[in-house]
């Protein structure tokens, strides 16, 4: 037989229950929409180290044509030798491509 007594502990019982039971369910919640923040910022992340590996093999294509320049240039000068013109020649064509995709990542707009 359940009497008054035990009506109210098994009543309070339920509540408590519930009340944990909803407060795991927002634990959870915050647990995930956490979880859903960190995946968020981590692929914006990713995607800037990728426009930045971008950035920088434009930049490195850039100098490796400047390098050729002046070596061809340096060469003729002191040899006289007109095939260090070839790899000068060369990079005078490469360097407006490079300085293109160079300014493409540019954080300003040249005006």
Do not use: W
């Not at 647990?31 to 995946?39: E, H, K, N, Q």
């Not at 180290?49 to 100098?63: I, K, P, Q, T």
């Not at 061809?72 to 020649?89: A, K, P, Q």
């Amino acid at each position: 037989m359940d009497t008054p007594d035990h009506k109210a502990v098994d009543l309070r019982e339920m509540r408590l229950l519930r009340l944990l039971y909803a407060s795991a369910l927002v634990l959870l919640l915050i647990v995930f929409l956490a979880a859903l923040r960190g995946f968020t910022r981590n692929k914006e992340i990713t995607e800037d180290r990728r426009l930045m590996l971008l950035e920088l093999a434009e930049v490195h294509g850039l100098l490796s044509a400047l390098k050729d320049v002046e070596t061809g240039c340096r060469g003729f000068v002191i040899t006289h030798d007109t095939s260090y013109l070839r790899s000068y020649n060369q990079a005078l064509i490469e360097i407006p491509e490079e300085l293109g995709g160079v300014v493409h990542y540019a954080p300003f707009t040249a005006e």
